[in-house]
């Protein structure tokens, strides 16, 4: 299957600071990205449906100034979490929808917020 | 509104016997439906998905799942377990967006543990 990569797999950063991660679609273009959040032993949270060249489409209770989306071209889109707190601390996740009925998954951004 | 319900968070078998984990969906429509797989520290993978077409669903790795409108099932199942199978696993609908796209919403995972 296609490939997504994530960057970076896991980052420390301390508290209020900002921290930027990037999904790309390596071997096809993806007008439509989606990120999750995943708490340990829990299931993924869709977060934000990220569209290329315009605003991402964020789910009830997730703050969008909080979490900033950029999907800048067909093949990459960030997100970006702005003055951190610890309790961002999580999994973040983002798949790539390839077609009508495939979404490709990213590794996985493991985000600690001291 | 498209959901589903997994119903085991924890399924454990011994090494070569059959695996099955429950999955039931709501949906005012005909689903698509997936299975995802998840390991430690990878990405979810793809094991098989329903979209209209045949009702038995042959995914990778020895996995399928059986369509039942009926009983609003979508079980996945696999008839000799490996150890390699321990893992998360996920059930997931698409559910129609605003403007006529179509986002992916997650069961709570069923995590299968396989006994040598």
């Known amino acids: 299957g296609a490939v997504v990569s994530q960057h970076p797999s896991r980052v420390i950063c301390k508290s209020g600071t900002s921290v930027k991660i990037e999904c790309r679609s390596l071997?096809?273009?993806?007008?439509?990205m989606f990120w999750y959040r995943q708490f340990p032993k829990q299931s993924l949270m869709l977060m934000a449906t990220?569209?290329?060249?315009?605003?991402?489409?964020?789910e009830q209770g997730v703050e969008k100034d909080k979490f900033l989306i950029n999907h800048a071209s067909l093949t990459l889109s960030t997100l970006t979490v702005t003055s951190a707190h610890p309790e961002d601390s999580s999994f973040y996740i983002c798949?790539?929808?390839?077609?009508?009925?495939?979404?490709?998954f990213g590794p996985g951004t493991r985000l600690l917020v001291l | 509104a498209q959901s589903v319900t997994q119903l085991d968070s924890h399924v454990s078998v011994s090494e070569g016997t059959p695996v099955l984990l429950r999955c039931n969906y709501s949906?005012?429509?005909?689903?698509?439906l997936f299975w995802y797989v998840q390991h430690p520290n990878k990405g979810l993978q793809l094991l098989l998905k329903?979209?209209?077409?045949?009702?038995l669903v042959k995914g990778i790795n020895g996995f399928e799942a059986e369509f039942k409108k009926s009983e609003t099932s979508f079980h996945l199942t696999k008839p000799s377990a490996h150890m390699s199978d321990a893992a998360e696993y996920f059930c997931?609908?698409?559910?129609?967006?605003?403007?006529?796209?179509?986002?992916?919403?997650f069961g709570r995972g069923t995590s299968l543990i396989v006994h040598p």
């Open positions: 798949s790539a929808r390839f077609g009508e009925e495939t979404q490709y």
């Open positions: 071997d096809f273009q993806a007008t439509t």
């Open positions: 990220s569209n290329e060249g315009s605003k991402a489409t964020y």
């Open positions: 949906s005012s429509y005909s689903p698509s």
């Open positions: 329903y979209t209209s077409a045949a009702t």
């Open positions: 997931v609908v698409r559910r129609h967006a605003s403007g006529g796209s179509y986002i992916p919403t």
